[in-house]
């Protein structure tokens, strides 16, 4: 079997910040309610840029740091629950503005598992020897599907975009172990309706159809989030006999400061162990696990030897992991 490797990274903020003291003159809240209940400071919001643009950023800033040309990517993954167009598929558009001319394309979804589940996809192409290098993009313009008078839900997310590039290689971040897991009957937890039934054989149309918005049940959401990182980190300690001491950081979706507490006092790893950057962007669903990882790496502090754990959860609902040894 072949070995697959994360080799380069690269995100995408909009520069347009929205803080919890703007968000106080759209809806009714406050910047202490927010902080308290989330973590969350602010969050960027697209003024312009589509969801298609970001990928591309972040994608083109994944290929730099992978020192690769985008014709040398023989597939992309674009991770995604706010592309532009239902056709084609954002990882196609990604295609054309990279000129990737090699590359296969197409989009996943799996709402904030997005990323976990477009890695683990893109490893399975090495690892059967059909590709070689895998551009896997995580990208959001959620501020499109939000209902700005709901604040249980307008208040936690945010756009942007993170993208891997995964190789064929024994440097970089070497997949030793993944989980993917999906429980449907929960479907309706967390949901984003697309285009109601319209035709001629339909009767009482409505006039306009109603505008895709999320809809979020936030306590249940809350509860199957602890309990999917727990269980994930165990698994993944399972299957690759390590101990939570070998952990030297966990990447968990960045959804809400409360969860990654109680999953860090449910599984005795400390806090300091688990990347946060929620309080600057929010929720970004599929793009939030690719931009902490980017902004890590960058920063210096992953050594050779290190040993990460990305963790994601979401809509779905679905959940997913994988073990990373940094080389
Ligand atoms: N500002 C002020 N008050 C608010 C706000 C707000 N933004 N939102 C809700 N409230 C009020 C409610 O109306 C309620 O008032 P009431 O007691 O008078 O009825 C009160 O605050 C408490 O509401 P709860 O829903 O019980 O608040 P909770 O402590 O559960 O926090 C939250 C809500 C933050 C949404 C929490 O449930 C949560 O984080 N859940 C997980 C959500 C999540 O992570 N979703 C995304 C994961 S999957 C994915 O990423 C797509």
Same mark, same amino acid.
């Given at each position: 079997?072949?070995?697959?490797?994360?080799?380069?990274t690269?995100?995408?903020?909009?520069?347009?910040?929205?803080?919890?003291?703007?968000?106080?003159?759209?809806? !009714?809240?406050?910047?202490?309610?927010?902080?308290? %209940?989330?973590?969350i400071?602010e969050?960027r919001?697209?003024?312009?840029?589509?969801?298609?643009?970001?990928?591309?950023?972040?994608?083109? %800033?994944?290929?730099?740091?992978?020192?690769?040309?985008?014709? !040398?990517?023989?597939? @992309?993954?674009?991770?995604?629950?706010?592309?532009?167009?239902?056709?084609?598929?954002?990882?196609?558009?990604?295609?054309?503005?990279?000129?990737?001319?090699?590359?296969?394309?197409?989009?996943?979804?799996?709402?904030?598992?997005?990323? @976990?589940?477009?890695?683990?996809?893109? !490893?399975?192409?090495?690892?059967?020897?059909m590709?070689?290098?895998?551009?896997?993009?995580?990208?959001?313009?959620?501020?499109?599907?939000l209902?700005w #008078?709901? %604040?249980? =839900?307008?208040?936690?997310?945010?756009?942007?975009?993170g993208?891997?590039?995964?190789?064929?290689?024994?440097?970089?971040?070497?997949?030793?172990?993944?989980?993917?897991?999906?429980?449907?009957?929960?479907?309706d937890?967390? =949901?984003?309706?697309?285009?109601?039934?319209?035709?001629?054989?339909? !009767?009482?149309?409505?006039?306009?159809?109603?505008?895709?918005?999320?809809?979020? +049940?936030?306590?249940?959401?809350?509860r199957?989030?602890? +309990?999917?990182? =727990?269980?994930?980190?165990?698994?993944?300690?399972?299957?690759?006999?390590?101990?939570?001491?070998?952990?030297?950081?966990?990447?968990? +979706?960045?959804?809400?400061?409360?969860?990654?507490?109680?999953?860090?006092? +449910?599984?005795?790893i400390?806090? #300091? %162990?688990?990347?946060?950057?929620?309080?600057?962007?929010?929720n970004?669903?599929?793009?939030? @696990?690719?931009?902490?990882?980017?902004?890590?790496?960058?920063?210096?502090k992953?050594?050779?030897?290190?040993k990460?754990?990305?963790?994601?959860?979401?809509?779905?609902?679905?959940?997913?992991?994988?073990?990373?040894?940094?080389?």
């Amino acid at each position: 079997m072949s070995q697959a490797a994360i080799i380069g990274t690269g995100s995408f903020v909009p520069n347009q910040i929205m803080t919890n003291n703007d968000l106080s003159n759209i809806v !009714e809240t406050s910047d202490e309610w927010i902080k308290t %209940r989330t973590g969350i400071s602010e969050r960027r919001i697209s003024t312009g840029m589509s969801t298609a643009d970001m990928a591309y950023e972040a994608g083109l %800033r994944a290929l730099e740091s992978a020192n690769l040309k985008a014709e !040398e990517i023989d597939l @992309i993954i674009c991770a995604t629950i706010t592309p532009d167009f239902f056709m084609p598929s954002c990882a196609c558009m990604v295609q054309e503005r990279l000129k990737a001319v090699n590359a296969a394309a197409f989009d996943l979804t799996a709402a904030c598992t997005g990323m @976990i589940y477009g890695i683990v996809t893109g !490893e399975q192409f090495i690892k059967s020897g059909m590709y070689r290098n895998i551009l896997v993009i995580g990208t959001e313009t959620l501020s499109k599907v939000l209902d700005w #008078e709901d %604040r249980s =839900t307008c208040v936690l997310f945010g756009d942007g975009a993170g993208a891997v590039v995964i190789s064929l290689s024994e440097k970089g971040g070497k997949l030793m172990a993944s989980n993917l897991e999906a429980d449907g009957s929960k479907y309706d937890l967390l =949901t984003c309706q697309a285009m109601p039934l319209r035709n001629p054989y339909i !009767e009482d149309l409505e006039e306009e159809p109603v505008l895709p918005k999320i809809r979020m +049940h936030g306590q249940e959401v809350f509860r199957f989030a602890v +309990h999917t990182i =727990t269980g994930n980190i165990k698994t993944l300690l399972k299957k690759t006999e390590l101990t939570k001491e070998d952990i030297n950081y966990i990447i968990p +979706h960045q959804a809400n400061q409360r969860i990654i507490e109680q999953a860090s006092k +449910h599984t005795g790893i400390p806090m #300091e %162990r688990f990347f946060m950057n929620l309080n600057r962007y929010g929720n970004t669903s599929a793009a939030s @696990i690719g931009i902490a990882l980017d902004e890590l790496v960058r920063s210096g502090k992953i050594n050779s030897g290190h040993k990460l754990v990305l963790v994601g959860f979401g809509g779905g609902m679905t959940a997913g992991s994988m073990l990373l040894e940094w080389n």
